[in-house]
């Protein structure tokens, strides 16, 4: 089983929004997050798909990264485009397959968002 405890997350939401200047960040805060619905531990079996939402205070317009941590060690991650739907003001969702980035499905242990 995966366990992912938003008590111990690292980054709320990771949510690293470009510019030209690769370093640069927007000024984006993301509220609410959530995981499978719920904002307590989410206990999930490895490979199962889980539904990460949260609640942006305006939009993205230079675009949006979603990724899963553990540790400091990135396991999946997701790119918008400024304009994509996800990275709109107000309650949005994405979903992770459970994989990591090369298709693997993740182990059991905490994960970060």
Do not use: C, Q
């Amino acid at each position: 089983m995966m366990f992912m405890k938003l008590g111990s997350i690292l980054l709320a939401l990771l949510i690293a929004l470009t510019s030209p200047t690769p370093t640069a960040l927007a000024n984006v805060l993301a509220t609410d997050v959530r995981l499978n619905n719920t904002t307590t531990n989410l206990v999930n079996n490895p490979g199962d798909p889980v539904t990460i939402s949260y609640r942006l205070n305006e939009n993205a317009s230079a675009g949006l990264t979603i990724t899963v941590l553990v540790h400091t060690n990135e396991v999946w991650s997701t790119n918008f485009a400024g304009g994509a739907t996800e990275t709109f003001k107000g309650v949005r969702s994405v979903t992770w397959n459970g994989l990591d980035n090369s298709g693997v499905p993740v182990t059991k242990g905490f994960w970060a968002v």
